[in-house]
């Protein structure tokens, strides 16, 4: 979509942020000549042969990272591939987050962002050819100053070593490695000589995190900035009718009241003030189309949606022909709902507006894109949009939305004054950006053995693509995210056909954690088991002879199995359930140990997770990861569900959108797959496997089968 640019008028800078709300202005792929701009001017005695590294004349290396940090150890990870090609005393090395350019744009989106699980499997090969160039210079330069052939010479822990023994720290060397031409194709290292990755390696980033000098969005701060709190529309559409000012400013503290195509803000000299103010507008809403916006009318809408869905995201076979040669057929239905993200940090996002120039501080996943966009609501050029990246509180995909960083640049430059932006747990609860509600429904023709012939699935879900401003739904009408790892499932079957029907009930849809596969895995993989208990097979086995040519799959599921005890008895009243997931290339088995009580709570006690991610960097990471995922995915299938009522959202914090208490928290064991396969990802991967294995469980357990999310009580005794 494009945006005119108006003049600099109240009512022009009030087009163009609403307008941004709904598009994206991405900068231009990484080119070379972005990379030496990045890298130009270091200091006389510095190394600083691309964008990636410097070296100091003390050794000392520094890595910068241009993903954003949100708990999934990219300012660790980045660190660990450059440090490992340059062959690095890992004791010298230290990170620092890059500034928004496009010399560290992501290869897989071609602009500078996180998200996807991508930023590993990205970067792979770039920032490992940094280090390598850098080392190969530095070597080059020693054989220089030897008057010996490169060839003889080796490098270990920093240092550049000849055949005799001598030795030349890199930090001696920076001056003539400068004066090297930068090799346009360095060689890289094989696996096995790997020193650093693949090593359990304590993270960077973890001394500031747990002293407290880790600067997050919210520790943001420049003299003289006012504080916003915003009343958000409470959906999408929704206009303000009345509020009242005066209030507002009565409340000690409060400076300016400012009405934007998002809401009304309060400015003040504090947090408490801004939000006191707020609280005070007394505003009423014009809840414009979606006044009548109801959890009923959303389900309504699906199965309209449902009635005839067109677009067909897979067929192969023939599907009437495989139900015509099937013994016995199997429907289903499932559901999930809307999903809150649910951020431990509130977004905030501090902006300062000067002139022609704009400067942000920020949680961002998006620094790109934040260039392009705070460039057109401010009426800047891009180049002078600052960004600079705080550590995120949590991201799960709602931090590359742009809806933040807007207000923010848009308040300071109606105000005049550097505005710091804070979302209250309730704001960013009600302020749309939700993973979608699905509803699927299933068919499935078994030959006389119980083995699948025939599967139909249809999809109804409201359209991420279309909802997120910078993709297209293709010509066939197929939002791929919604339907991803449901479409493309392994199983063999001859004969399946999976489509698509849009949803549109009105609430904004955004990407959530693993996106499609978040809900398609629970779809899929207990859909599986009901087949396999209706051939009267063990859940495990029934996979196995479906995944003939699934390698990886196989291995991650008999992996999973051997360590969680499949074939051994448990203690009385606990049960197991299975499940296996690929996303974002990587491969995900968990089985999951539950119990479920006479009262109906459910109890996960254990989960025995297998991962075959490809090649590793920092195994300690994947582990992490993985348990975190857990707690994500187990949240959500306990307890996650947004519901609306009259137009509103009816949840508003934790205490009635709850999270996995400390208490409920089950042993989480990880096993990864030692593998030469190209890196996948690993900040998502872990969390479409939990639900479908939990569920899984719980039909051993009860033999009732539960087909909606969240799992509790009351869906026991419905089922």
């Avoid at 987050?97 to 998200?115: E, I, L, R, V």
């Avoid at 080392?135 to 003889?152: E, P």
């Avoid at 992490?624 to 914090?653: C, H, M, P, W």
């Amino acid at each position: 979509m494009g945006i005119t640019v108006e003049s600099p008028s109240r009512r022009g800078l009030l087009k163009t942020g609403a307008a941004l709300t709904l598009s994206f202005a991405l900068p231009l792929a990484t080119t070379r000549a972005a990379l030496a701009q990045a890298a130009s001017a270091p200091a006389s005695n510095t190394f600083a042969p691309n964008a990636w590294l410097r070296i100091t004349p003390d050794g000392k290396v520094t890595v910068v990272c241009g993903s954003a940090e949100m708990g999934q150890g990219v300012l660790t990870a980045i660190p660990m591939m450059v440090a490992e090609e340059l062959d690095a005393d890992w004791a010298l090395v230290s990170v620092e987050q890059a500034p928004a350019s496009a010399a560290y744009n992501n290869p897989m989106f071609g602009m500078q962002a996180t998200g996807g699980s991508t930023t590993v499997r990205a970067h792979w090969t770039p920032v490992r050819q940094a280090g390598a160039a850098a080392r190969q210079m530095l070597v080059a330069a020693a054989a220089q100053q030897w008057g010996v052939d490169a060839a003889s010479l080796r490098t270990e822990r920093g240092q550049v070593i000849g055949p005799n023994g001598r030795q030349l720290g890199y930090g001696a060397l920076v001056e003539a490695a400068a004066k090297q031409a930068v090799p346009e194709k360095p060689v890289l290292k094989d696996r096995k000589d790997f020193r650093i990755m693949g090593k359990p390696t304590r993270r960077l980033d973890s001394a500031a995190k747990i002293n407290g000098t880790a600067k997050f969005g919210i520790d943001a701060h420049v003299e003289g900035m006012l504080v916003a709190v915003m009343a958000r529309a409470p959906i999408a559409g929704a206009k303000p009718k009345a509020f009242d000012e005066g209030k507002a400013k009565a409340n000690k503290g409060v400076r300016k009241v400012i009405a934007i195509p998002s809401g009304v803000a309060v400015l003040a000299d504090g947090y408490w003030a801004a939000k006191q103010g707020r609280d005070a507008l007394g505003i009423e809403w014009d809840l414009g189309a979606h006044a009548d916006l109801s959890t009923d009318k959303v389900s309504a809408t699906l199965d309209e949606a449902l009635q005839n869905p067109s677009a067909i995201a897979r067929e192969t076979g023939n599907v009437k022909d495989g139900s015509a040669n099937s013994a016995r057929s199997l429907t289903a239905q499932y559901d999930v709902p809307y999903l809150a993200h649910a951020c431990m940090e509130p977004l905030n996002c501090l902006a300062w507006v000067r002139g022609d120039e704009v400067t942000i501080w920020a949680g961002t996943q998006s620094q790109g894109p934040a260039q392009g966009i705070l460039s057109q609501v401010a009426q800047v050029t891009p180049a002078k949009v600052k960004v600079n990246t705080l550590l995120l509180g949590g991201g799960f995909g709602r931090r590359f939305a742009p809806d933040f960083t807007i207000d923010a640049t848009l308040l300071s430059k109606l105000s005049g004054s550097p505005v710091k932006l804070v979302y209250t747990r309730e704001d960013d609860m009600a302020a749309g950006y939700y993973r979608p509600t699905s509803r699927v429904r299933f068919e499935a023709g078994l030959d006389d053995k119980g083995q699948p012939l025939m599967l139909r699935a249809e999809v109804a879900s409201p359209s991420i693509m279309a909802a997120s401003g910078f993709m297209k739904i293709p010509d066939n009408g197929v939002d791929a995210m919604a339907v991803e790892g449901l479409a493309d499932h392994p199983y063999e079957i001859p004969h399946q056909r999976v489509a698509y029907g849009r949803a549109e009930p009105g609430p904004q849809v955004w990407f959530w954690r693993s996106v499609g596969h978040s809900q398609n895995a629970f779809f899929i993989e207990s859909f599986i088991d009901e087949l396999a208990h209706a051939a009267k097979a063990d859940p495990l086995k029934y996979r196995l002879a479906l995944l003939e040519k699934h390698p990886r799959a196989r291995g991650v599921l008999l992996l999973a199995a051997e360590k969680a005890g499949w074939s051994r008895p448990l203690p009385k009243g606990r049960h197991r359930g299975i499940a296996v997931a690929e996303s974002f290339g990587t491969w995900v088995a968990e089985v999951a140990e539950v119990s479920v009580g006479k009262d109906g709570a459910i109890k996960v006690h254990r989960v025995t997770a297998a991962v075959d991610c490809g090649q590793t960097v920092n195994p300690q990471t994947i582990a992490r990861q993985i348990e975190g995922a857990v707690v994500y995915g187990l949240s959500a299938a306990l307890y996650g569900r947004i519901t609306f009522k009259d137009g509103k959202v009816e949840q508003s914090n934790f205490h009635d959108y709850p999270v996995l208490r400390l208490n409920e928290m089950p042993k989480v064991d990880v096993h990864i797959v030692q593998s030469s396969e190209a890196p996948g990802g690993i900040g998502e991967p872990g969390t479409p496997p939990i639900a479908p294995a939990v569920a899984n469980a719980i039909f051993a357990a009860t033999g009732k089968r539960l087909r909606q999310l969240p799992f509790d009580g009351e869906a026991l005794k419905r089922a």
